[in-house]
């Protein structure tokens, strides 16, 4: 079943702007991933989060994790063209060590 | 380079056909999934794999078949009583050094007219 769950929204924005997209999950998780899909390729792991951590960066990338409130946010900064993509978050739940994806964020940077 | 990889890109076949679906990874690990995408929706997974010689049905696993002979190769097979395959396919591996991030191949996107 699927844990991660995107607002389904796909996201329009300038380059040089930035971007953020959410992600709810149902369950108590181990840790929450986020992944990026360029148009017609595989996904590419971006950063990973544990239940323990609050906030967590990687380069231009910034992700918060709640899990009071079993959220998650992607905040890409100064995003690009080439950060054109769907971006999609995956927990593992406890328990287990099955990965389940939300539905995806499209977002599309205008040059 | 090390990576995973899925052959053919594209694939077209005639219902009622059986299909197999590559995934070759020379990554050395030991962790294999197949992943079904339609459009609009997220993965969803069909079989995977934490060791040779043993695999483990997912949330979608009727009408696809695989193996696991050796540690490099996870084929699967689309067969005829899968009733709506067609759809983007994914193959991904994890290792034992980072077992929660997994590593994809390029896809395979199957047609069944």
């Known amino acids: 079943s699927q844990q991660g769950e995107e607002d389904p929204q796909a996201l329009s924005i300038q380059e040089g702007e930035n971007a953020t997209m959410n992600c709810s999950y149902k369950t108590s998780i181990n840790n929450l991933q986020w992944y990026r899909q360029n148009s017609g390729r595989g996904l590419v792991h971006l950063i990973l989060?544990?239940?323990?951590?609050r906030e967590k960066h990687s380069g231009r990338l910034r992700v918060t994790l709640d899990t009071s409130k079993k959220s998650s946010s992607l905040l890409i900064t100064a995003s690009r063209a080439a950060d054109t993509a769907s971006y999609f978050c995956?927990?593992?739940?406890?328990?287990?060590?099955?990965?389940?994806f939300g539905k995806g964020n499209q977002v599309v940077v205008i040059p | 380079d090390g990576g995973i990889t899925q052959s053919p890109k594209y694939l077209f076949r005639k219902e009622g056909q059986n299909v197999t679906l590559s995934c070759e990874q020379n990554?050395?690990?030991?962790?294999m999934y197949w992943y079904r995408q339609d459009p609009g929706q997220g993965l969803r997974l069909i079989y995977y794999?934490?060791?040779?010689?043993?695999?483990q049905k997912g949330d979608i696993a009727e009408g696809y078949s695989v193996s696991r002979e050796k540690k490099e190769s996870f084929p699967l097979t689309v067969t005829s009583a899968q009733k709506n395959p067609t759809a983007f396919y994914l193959c991904?591996?994890?290792?034992?050094?980072?077992?929660?991030?997994?590593?994809f191949g390029p896809g395979t996107r199957l047609t069944v007219t």
């Open positions: 989060i544990r239940s323990n951590e």
């Open positions: 794999s934490q060791i040779v010689n043993d695999f």
């Open positions: 990554l050395n690990h030991d962790a």
């Open positions: 995956a927990t593992i739940p406890y328990g287990n060590n099955r990965l389940a």
């Open positions: 991904a591996s994890t290792g034992t050094g980072s077992p929660y991030e997994q590593y």
